[in-house]
């Protein structure tokens, strides 16, 4: 399954929004069924110690957080990140143990790649995106690739495309709404702006 | 193939169900079971326990209470379909739930099932949501009513939410002026509709004062389609403004969350919900001129 | 899809009791099959209905991905659930294991096939390891506790993608996805042809990958006596006595003590041909556990194991001159052959296929290439027709095709190049010699039951309404009970295609007989009583017809390809007449007749000239066994077992019309008429033969309109259950009016031809030259199978691409 | 997690053991011999394990076992047996209405119900009411033929059903 699409952010700019979604903590808000989202060693490991040492609590994402916070806890190129994904269908909610390898990461593109797997099922992933500059702010462009194993691409086609383009589709309609947070209140404040800038 | 293991407790009464689901948030109700029980033979469900009311009295049933026909959520299928009132007060509704799967899957599920479970190429949300119906519903705080167009959520998820038990549909009868129609492209293999279209059209005269018209197999979940409805309110039901109503059918839809499987592309879904809207509204046409 | 309310067909065939049939109409009476009773009152036993002491039930698990390496597996977890007897992998395995392929071709790369997957996975079905539990539901249960470890390959799903540079290699070893290239015909002269034709029209088509859905899935019961060695399978099988054979090799057991029986087998449609690792893993399981082990598969198990057919992607030319006459045919096939070979799958696509290439019209220059590929879906091999539905299609498709190019009708154009009834017999350019048959009759029956000329101005009258109507003519032909042993083995094939048939007469004068065909719903019971009742002059109750059993019968090659008839029949028909031979010196010897003077009727011989001088074969059977007075030279005894090997094969034919409405808008395709005009030779009982020709149309409407395995570019199939895969249902089969012309075949005893898959090749191209005729004023030239609503609505010109 | 449940089946009382996972039709065949219905598909289309719960046509591998208790079940084994056939039965028979009769069963009993429902169907009525039988064998049009004709046949017939009860549910093993 392919899916793509541009997402347009008025009133931000592409230093902004590259901040925001480099934000494990603002990502595993925008998953849908994502229990909890960090860093890890290797491409294999144990989500059970992961679980138990997950925070209770996300800490702050922007505009709260500083802008150091963030780029302290930012993706970095070739990190694993794991995932504990409940992508629940109904009385179907298959856990997936996922693992997410940022195979390219470097202003205005990320890249990433990830698999997982549930009992009898499993996915493989791959997406990136792109930011550029529009007259009313960003667009991100983004494009993703999936592909579903084993028993839920057997008997659960009717529902793959739909559940598939769900989770997309809310991800990026929550990425929106907090990167309008962010722009909103960069604009009210002018503080954040700057901070961001002074990043690069 | 076989269900993994479970718990099994039969409730009482529909607050004994509500507390079992509100203890295990692993459990789900068992109805007819004819949605429920696929998933979990096929190994893409496993629930740890199951509440099942079909014993509740009270539950199954149609009773007529004035102008509203109220049916029980264990109402099966096939009570709805061969039930004659029904197909003089509320078309659509009788008439989608007799296009539901089989005989034998008409005998078992049952319309609480089919809404609480909100598939989203099943028959009855678009027959609901055209026939304006009020969902009842108790949950962990009480019981409440759900008006239809509130309803339906997303792809297996409604406004009853995980912990509520639909105890029954009030379906308001149709008025002396008012014709309805549900129509169907069934997938061939599951006959689940590839496109399934219901509408309601009230009439003053040849003029179409209200219509209720909505589509199932086209989004996540049963939806209606105002763009439709306002092209055919204010016309009357002939081929032009059936064409037009046709063609518009597929403008208020985020055509993003158009269903795809490999029985049809977006494309081809929208194409059907084009002409399954024809059809619909020509079929409530010759319906209405009879009257 | 419409159905009208029309009675099916003009002339219902009634059926008749045994009892109300005179002996010597017995041979061609619909007579009420014997089967049903026990079938239809629950009283039949299927695999799946056998309970053994001990019995103990079996699980498989199979593969996530369709190409993989097997890095790791752990069974540990699994082994300590409840009620788990025993689980095994590949490491387990201490018998040779591997199935083999029953036809080799020269060019053949034949490749390893495990029973349990050591390494490599090559489709979803392999099997990683298998659960031996006390109940089904636990042994299903420790499937979901085994452990394993995946490195995902590349797959491929495609012919032509597999067989491009850049594809992944399924069989390292071999460094190719190639598994053969064959060719048939004369290359340089239908080039030649092709380029001195007026005409050349060209045509690639896809026939896609089908699931043959015998509703009863496959299943094992085994059970192994270890005092005395002996191994007793009963499985869901059209061939015992093969799978006896190749399992014995599989699981290193001794033929000889091993037996295997067909108990009632629901449906096959050559899915329970071939050898699996499934019979052979269940088998050996029983070895090991001491127990009775039983099997059945789910059906999702069955979508990803059971052999698939078809799977053709085919580049056609036919040449065709501008007053209709055909010159030449080339054809270019890329055949799947799914991730192993399955045991007859290289003939399929071959023998089975490019031979066929003649269809009923005298074509003088055929050439066929065929190029087989692995790829990484279920193993390829016969499903209902195998080959020559394939071959069928792509003909009566460029015949159409031709009859467009030059502005010819349809029907005449078949007309003008048919063979003609003296051409027979008729050697084609591709290596057939065809038995009989009269073309003209049965298209012009099939016109004049259609309405043909009355059809076309409705058409005319319609179009100009706005409305699609569209015919089709299908003029198929078939061959069936390939044969003899001695040329298939010459062509590649690794056992003799003969069938045995034992007539034995009991001391009392009734007749138990054994054929080597095994019948899986096909009437074989009824037909073959009545072949002997026909023969031997007993009463037809009196006869008895055992089949599927390893040990009851000498031999046996069993049914498909529509042999039993021709093939079985004829074996029966032998020794039916090897027993009345002996029986007629008996009688002589009694009657104090020289046997020649011996006249044998109706089950009474009598001494020519002498009425009075007669005795029955009851009394001549009753004498036999008492041997008080016998011929001298004669052993006692009567009965006589025939090994009938067929001269040729037998080649039934027909036309069928499908007449259909589209709707443009919606791409649905409504039937309004379908014509079956079958000749499949002599009939033993016209309702049965009228049975195989409905189901196999149905199974022909079937995979023109709804059918089709689809796999991701993984190698997933995605059609894995029924919710998926579109088995026709009732309404989705028009009305068929069947008629029926004879011509009966010289090459045997009886007559017959075969039926089984006659309606399976016909109707496809029927329903897709209806279609693309319908849509003719829209430019539609061609519409891949299946013709699912979406197509046809692209075809007509809707949709962006 | 095991329970013992009770119910009728073809007029026997039965008392079962099964999981609250046991689906009715393996209770059936597995716990207690009833292997007339039989399993094609698991995915409640095929309907060859089409069976009565309390009158009514009922896909056995759709339901569960515990969910039956109390009820009546009817399979085919109570339907007519090989010297007293049902009218379909005879029916199907005669027109060839089955080749490999795994399918048959659940067809016969779909079809059962279906005409105490619907005494004088059309063809496209009776096409219809088989829509959850599949059959792969005989292309349908001999089972509605024999539909078609065990309707007329039954309308002949001398014994009508009395209270409301039917000649299916009279049967016994």
Known sequence: ?200 | MYPDQFEFHRADSVSEAVELLADNPDAELIAGGHSLLPTMKSGLASPDALVDISDLDGLSGVERNGEVTHLGAMTTYATVADDDDLWEDATVVAEAASQVGDRQVRNRGTVGGNIAHADPASDLPAAMLAANATVHVHGPDGERSVEIDDFFQGMYATAAGEEGVVTGIDVPEEGENTASAYVKKPAPASGYALVGVAARLTFDGDEVTDARIAANGVMDHGTRLPAAEDAIEGESVDADAVAVAGDAAGDSLDEYMVMEDQQASQEFRLQLLSAYTERALETVGERAGHM | MATDEREGGSDRIETVEADDVDAADILGSAIERQEDPSLLTGEAEYTDDIQLPEMTHMAMLRSQYAHARLADIDTSEAEEMEGVVAVFTAEDLDVSGALPVGWDLDSLRNVDNPIMVEDRIRYQGDVLALVVAEERYQAHDALDAVDVEYERLEAVTDPSDALAEDAPVIHEEEGTNEAFDWDIGDADDTEAALEAADNVVELDVTNQLLIPNAIEPRAVVADYDPSDDLLDVQMTTQNPHVHRLLMAGVIDHPEHRMRVRAPDVGGGFGSKIHHYADEALVSWAAKQVERPVKWQATRTESYLTDAQGRGHETHGEIAVDDDGTIRGLYVDTKANLGAYLSTFSPSIPTYLYGTLLSGQYEIDNIYCEVTGAYTNVVPVDAYRGAGRPEASFIIERLVNRAADAVDMDPAEIRKKNFLDPDDFPYETPVAMEYDSGDYHKTLERAMEAVGYDEFRERQEQAREEGRYLGIGFSCYIEACGIAPSELVGELGAGAGLWESGLVRFTPSGTVRAMSGSSGHGQGHDTTFSQILANELGVDYDDIEVVEGDTDAIPQGMGTYGSRSAAVGGSALVESARKVVEKARKIAAHQLEADPEDVEFEAGEFQVAGAPDRSTSIQDVSLEAYLAHDIPDDMEPGLEATTFYDPSNFVFPFGTHVAVVEVDPDTGEVAFEDYVAVDDVGNQINPKIVEGQIHGGIAQGVGQALFEGAEYDDNGQLVTGSMQDYAVPKSFHVPEMETESTVTPSPENPLGVKGVGEAGTIAAPQAIVNAVVDALEPLGVDHIEMPLTNERVWRAAGGGDD | MERTIELTVNGTDHQVTVEPRTLLIHALRDEMGYTGPNVGCESSVCGACTVHVDGEAVKACTELAVRAEGSEVTTIEALGDEDDMHPLQESFQEEHGLQCGYCTPGMVMTAAVFLEEEPDPDRAEIREALEGNLCRCTGYQNIVNAVESAAAEMAGAVEPATDGGTAVEEGGD
Request: glycine fraction near 8%.
């Open chain 1, 1 to 200: 399954m392919e899916f793509s699409g541009t997402v347009s952010i008025d009133g931000t700019t592409t230093e902004e929004v590259w901040l925001a979604l480099s934000d494990p903590v603002m990502i595993k808000q925008a998953l849908p069924g994502c229990q909890f989202l960090v860093e890890c060693e290797d491409e294999d490991p144990d989500f059970d110690a992961l679980a138990a040492s997950a925070p209770e609590e996300d800490p702050p994402t922007l505009p709260e957080a500083s802008a150091e916070d963030i780029a302290e806890r930012a993706f970095e190129e070739g990190g694993h990140y794991a995932a504990l994904m409940e992508i629940s269908v109904g009385s179907v909610s298959p856990s997936f143990e996922t693992v997410v390898t940022i195979e390219e990461r470097e202003f205005p593109r990320m890249h990433a790649a990830g698999e997982g797997s549930a009992s009898s099922s499993s996915f493989e992933m791959s997406s990136g995106m792109e930011l550029a500059e529009s007259e009313d702010g960003v667009d991100v462009e983004w494009w993703a690739e999936a592909d579903v194993f084993g028993r839920v691409a057997q008997m659960g086609q009717r529902v793959i495309n739909p559940v598939a383009n769900r989770v997309v589709g809310r991800f990026f309609d929550q990425v929106e709404k907090q990167l309008q947070d962010v722009s909103t209140d960069s604009e009210s404040s002018g503080g954040l702006r700057s901070r961001v800038s002074s990043l690069f």
